[in-house]
């Protein structure tokens, strides 16, 4: 049996270093004040032999350093030296050589559900079953102490995979069942024909598929063809649509040219030339008298002046200094009378030949204008004479020769086209719908033989996690009652050693009948000795019922069968009196002649009873050995 020789460690929960070395039959009490690491050491062997923790933080400095853990086993000269690191924590070193965590707990004998069951009674465990009023529940916690707890979380894993392959389970068969539906629904499209016959059937409308194809491309051809042709004769009608059009619009024009040569002929425009220019001249005329009648206006307007502007001097004349006398004055005013009278005639024969010219000026405008009008017809005539020639012309050049060929029905046509082109395509839907039903039909029964294989590995791993989970609680019983007898009797051997007046019976199911007659049918009963009767609360404190609870692991600690010979009691004297305490301490120490003993406990008179005391205490966050 493998005790534990070492325990060192560095940067791991609260420890920055750990070194302490152990001696098998003996007892190591743990003692310090609450929270200062106790429980950490044995967390430490937890974590190197099970890569198991309760705590949140596996590093010392909270994740910042990488940390290790070694816990060294001895058994005889046999000597394990296992390790981990919180760099790769999956991996486990026994003397320097990786192994797999099934072979450590193959080597030592033990996995981490029956190291907790058997070697680690905890305050937790203690307070729980103190506080369980139930028998049922006492059996409860009475099976994990056995190891049973693990049959139990197996059973919730294997309950959690037989609803999920029951569902999986359901749902493929659903499958099938629609698939099934789908293939005879896909068969009545059939129309209940057997698959080659409705092949058969697709390959004559394929045929026939084929003829109408044929036929669209000669009447497709032949639609070219009569498009062509139906051009020409479209050609000949805008031939002739254009000459009858252009025809029309020439006699138009025709009649248009000759109205014109009428009014032209009408028009005298010789004549209109010739009393034009005699008007020309004639205005010519009166504009050279309107010229002269101005000129002797302003002559004699000017001598009137000059003869005023003498009257007005005294003396000499100054131009030709001859000396102005009254009498000449006199007879220069008589002069100016006659000038003046002679003025007033030249201007009345100015105004009536400048009324008479501005007459011929507008008579002349209203000559060229005529002449000029008849002029621009003249032109006019002319191009309209020419733009027929031309228009007569090219219709002459252009003549087009009509078509020989029949013009051809073109609707007629295309209605063939049309019809040839609609059967054609409802053939090839028909095609494609039946050749549609039979590849859905395929796949169809592809899909259900693959759903029904899967079916089938879905059934097996439903009833075989069923069966697992109807089957577990009678392995549970089984193992109870294999037990039952050897538990018993150390139970009460353990219980008489103490000096308590109890003992306990285990009682299972006696018929086994369904899975759920057959879930945690056993019980744990402590029966008053005095009383003769089960005990109850009145009959039991709450120290002897630790001690009844610690008698109870120290026999299910012998007869594990687990090969490391170590026991932890983890604060579990919490709710003892001094008698108890005593009783409690005495058989402890007991254990220590067969096997290793760590307590822990914050008690300075407990931890002072045992064999080996190691103080602990903390400083600056970190745990460290007094």
């Known amino acids: 049996m493998h005790y534990i020789k070492r325990v060192k460690a560095e940067n791991l929960f609260s420890w920055k270093e750990l070194n302490c070395s152990f001696s098998d039959a ?12 106790k429980s950490s050491v044995f967390e430490i062997i937890i974590w190197v032999l099970f890569h198991k923790t309760t705590k949140k933080n596996v590093k010392g400095d909270y994740g910042k350093t990488d940390g290790w853990g070694r816990v060294t086993l001895k058994w005889g000269d046999h000597v394990l030296r296992i390790q981990r690191n919180t760099t790769t924590p999956n991996a486990v070193y026994i003397n320097t050589e990786m192994v797999t965590q099934e072979y450590l707990e193959d080597i ?19 307070s729980a079953f103190v506080g369980e009023s139930s028998d049922a529940g006492k059996a409860k916690i009475f099976g994990q102490m056995l190891g049973c707890g693990i049959l139990d979380k197996m059973r919730e894993k294997i309950n959690k995979k037989k609803n999920s392959y029951e569902v999986q389970y359901a749902e ?7 698939c099934s539906e789908t293939i005879d629904t896909i068969k009545m499209e059939l129309d209940d024909v057997e698959v080659d016959e409705y092949l058969k059937m697709i390959d004559k409308r394929k045929k ?7 036929k669209n491309k000669i009447l497709s051809e032949e639609y070219k063809g009569a498009i062509a042709i139906d051009k020409l004769w479209q050609s000949w ?19 248009k040219l000759n109205n014109m040569k009428k009014e032209l ?17 004639q205005r010519d005329e009166y504009e050279t008298k309107i010229a002269k009648a101005s000129h002797n206006c302003s002559s004699i307007q000017s001598t009137i002046s000059e003869l005023q502007n003498i009257i007005a001097i005294d003396g000499e004349c100054p131009t030709c200094k001859t000396e102005i006398t009254a009498s000449t004055k006199k007879n220069m005013k008589k002069k100016i ?18 009324k008479e010219t501005i007459q011929l000026r507008k008579d002349e405008i209203a000559f060229r204008d005529d002449v000029n009008k008849i002029e621009q017809l003249l032109v006019q005539v002319k191009q309209l004479e020419a733009s ?22 073109l609707q007629s046509i295309i209605d063939q086209v049309n019809i040839c082109s609609t059967n054609y395509h409802e053939y090839d839907k028909i095609i494609v719908q039946m050749e549609s039903n039979v590849n859905n039909l395929n796949k169809a029964v592809d899909k259900l033989e693959s759903c029904k294989t899967l079916l089938d590995k879905l059934e097996k791993l439903y009833y075989k996690y069923k069966w697992l989970f109807d089957n577990l609680p009678l392995m549970k019983l089984y193992f109870i009652n294999r037990n039952k007898v050897a538990l018993e009797n150390a139970i009460n051997d353990n219980i008489l050693n103490m000096g308590l007046y109890f003992h306990i019976e285990i009682d299972t199911q006696k018929k086994l009948k369904t899975s759920d007659e057959v879930r945690d049918k056993f019980s744990f009963k402590i029966i008053n000795n005095v009383r003769k009767r089960e005990a109850d609360k009145r009959d039991l404190s709450g120290g002897e019922e630790i001690c009844i609870l610690l008698a109870t692991q120290f026999a299910i600690n012998d007869i594990s069968g687990n090969n490391i010979g170590c026991e932890i009691y983890d604060e579990v004297f919490g709710a003892l009196d001094s008698k108890n305490e005593q009783i409690i301490i005495e058989a402890i120490k007991n254990r220590a002649k067969s096997r290793q003993v760590f307590t822990i406990s914050h008690k300075e008179e407990i931890s002072n009873s045992f064999h080996n005391t190691i103080s602990i205490g903390k400083k600056e966050g970190y745990s460290y050995v007094r």
């Open 337 to 354: 009378k006659e000038l003046e009278e002679n003025l007033i005639e030249s201007k009345e024969y100015f105004k009536k030949i400048q």
């Open 26 to 37: 003996t007892t190591y009490a743990f003692k310090g004040e609450n929270g200062v690491g």
């Open 265 to 281: 002929d009408n028009s005298e425009l010789d004549k209109l030339r010739e009393n034009l220019k005699e008007i020309s001249e």
């Open 172 to 178: 493929a068969k659903g499958k099938v069942d629609s």
């Open 208 to 214: 026939k598929l084929k003829k109408l194809e044929e």
């Open 237 to 255: 009608d805008k031939w002739q649509t254009g000459k009858k059009m252009i025809e029309e619009n020439i006699g138009k024009d025709i009649e």
């Open 388 to 409: 027929i020639r031309e228009r007569t012309k090219s219709i002459e050049s252009s003549g087009m020769k009509k078509p020989e060929i029949k013009r051809p029905d």
């Open 108 to 126: 030592i004998g033990c996995n981490f559900s029956t190291f907790m069951a058997a070697n680690m009674c905890s305050q937790k465990r203690v």
